[in-house]
Structures are given as C-alpha cells and as structure tokens.
C-alpha cells in the first residue's frame, strides 16, 4: 500500500544504510558512513562483489580451512586462486599469524575470515585477531572478514569484528554480514558490506551492472529487523545453545570426536 516496488540506488536505501551503521556503532564499535554502506541481494552476493573488486587474473586468495565450500567457486570465478591455509586441533581449528604470514606471497590479494565459522563453529578472539591484523597490514592485503555468524555465540564467547581494531586495518578490511542468520531471513535475500569509501564505489559500480538493487520491500523489512530485532536474537540464540548442548552430549556418548562450536550452528565431527 505505501508503493515500496519502485527501484532504489543500487547501493542500497538510505534507511536501512542508517540502520546499517547504528547497528555498526552499537554493536561492532564501528564507525561507518552510508557512502561505506552496500546492501545486495544476500551475504553471498556482497562476497562476490566484494572479490570481484580486489581480486585480479591470477591473484591469490587465503582460505582458512574448514571453510564453507562457496569462498573457492567465487575466487575461481573472479579469475583468482584460492590457497588453502590447513588448521589443526593444536591451533583449535583457527589460523595463527604466524601461518597466515607463511602463506603470503606476492601474488596475495587478500584473506577470507570467518568467524563465527562454517562449518568449524570456532570464533577468533580479539588477541587473535590483533596479531593477524599486524600481519595484514604490515603486507597490505585485504581482509573480507565474513561476520555473518556474529549473532549466535555459544558459551561466553564473544564476536569482534577485525575492522573495529585501528584505523590501518579498517581501512583494509570489508566486513560482510546480513539478516540471514541473526533474524532467521534467508529467503529475504538482503546481505551488506561496509568498507573504505574508494573500494565501496567499485564494489558498487559491480554490483549496478550484475544485480542492480536488492528487493526494496525486502529492505523496508530489515530496517525493522535491525531496530528491533534484539529481544528475537537473544531467545533464538539460546534455542541453539540448548540444540547444541544436546548434539555434543550425544556425540560424547558415542565416544566422536569433534570441534566444541563456539559460535554459527555446526557441530563439526571427525569421521
């Protein structure tokens, strides 16, 4: 009735570019612009926009492993190669600096992080991630730092955002998040980024030549989502933690072995 079916700016509403950047401020301690803001139709679509814009013919791309199988197809299809950086239980299934600074050539164009992972269920701490942030910024690569999971953490573990560590890494990191998971949207299809203003407009320029806007009743729904939705998160995120509390009991049972999930909504089990 109020003729939400028109376009909007391919980068997004600007109503719900402000909610984004409350939510950074509120949540992340982030401090964002609109002009830093691009909403698209879901997290996988920000990823690859975002990729197509850093990720030359023949650039290398650093994967920490287990990963969600997406990250690959995409750096293959901007042209990139993938290389996958191997974790271990010693690490707790998470990269260390020392082994992301061994990965790093000259051809690196950028790490893809993941925390609260899929399917590890493993999240960074913010020590961890101070000492990764050294090595990225002292090599000037880029970080797509995939927070979509920053909602559900299990346990006392607690989300930090990579970008919210100094201005040297913000300004190289692209931080990707949604309204999939945190307000159980999926089929809303509505994703965001936020970045440094100079890569925001190539990522936008990608994305008015792929996939225009996202859907704009979509977009009037998350502004919603984002402004009131925390009462909704807090009881859904202790529905999964009672879920998981009851699958790791089982798996105990059986004697398997797995990665306790700190975060996202995996059990990740080793057979």
Not at 94 to 103: C, G, H, N, V
Request: a negative charge; one cysteine or more.
């Amino acid at each position: 009735d109020k003729g939400f079916t028109r376009y909007t700016p391919s980068s997004g509403m600007p109503e719900l570019k402000k909610a984004i950047c409350e939510k950074f401020k509120r949540d992340n301690d982030l401090e964002y612009s609109p002009k830093n803001i691009i909403i698209s139709t879901g997290a996988k679509a920000s990823l690859y926009h975002a990729l197509f814009a850093v990720v030359d013919e023949g650039d290398e791309v650093i994967i920490p492993c287990p990963c969600w199988l997406t990250y690959n197809e995409q750096v293959k299809l901007c042209g990139g190669k993938s290389v996958f950086l191997q974790t271990s239980k010693e690490t707790n299934y998470k990269i260390t600096a020392k082994s992301l600074e061994d990965a790093i050539t000259s051809k690196t164009a950028c790490l893809i992080l993941n925390s609260p992972s899929n399917p590890s269920g493993v999240v960074y701490s913010k020590e961890e991630l101070e000492e990764i942030a050294e090595v990225i910024v002292k090599h000037n690569i880029y970080v797509i730092s995939d927070e979509i999971y920053e909602k559900l953490v299990y346990d006392g573990a607690k989300h930090v955002s990579i970008a919210s560590l100094g201005k040297e890494i913000k300004k190289l990191t692209i931080v990707i998040n949604g309204v999939s998971k945190a307000y159980a949207m999926t089929g809303w299809r509505i994703g965001y980024l936020a970045c440094d203003e100079e890569i925001a407009r190539v990522i936008n320029n990608v994305q008015s030549h792929t996939t225009s806007n996202a859907n704009s009743i979509a977009q009037y729904a998350s502004v919603e989502a984002l402004n009131k939705g925390d009462e909704f998160i807090s009881e859904m995120t202790a529905i999964f933690q009672d879920r998981k509390n009851f699958i790791t009991a089982q798996l105990d049972e059986h004697g398997l072995e797995y990665i306790n999930p700190q975060g996202a909504f995996y059990v990740f089990v080793n057979i």
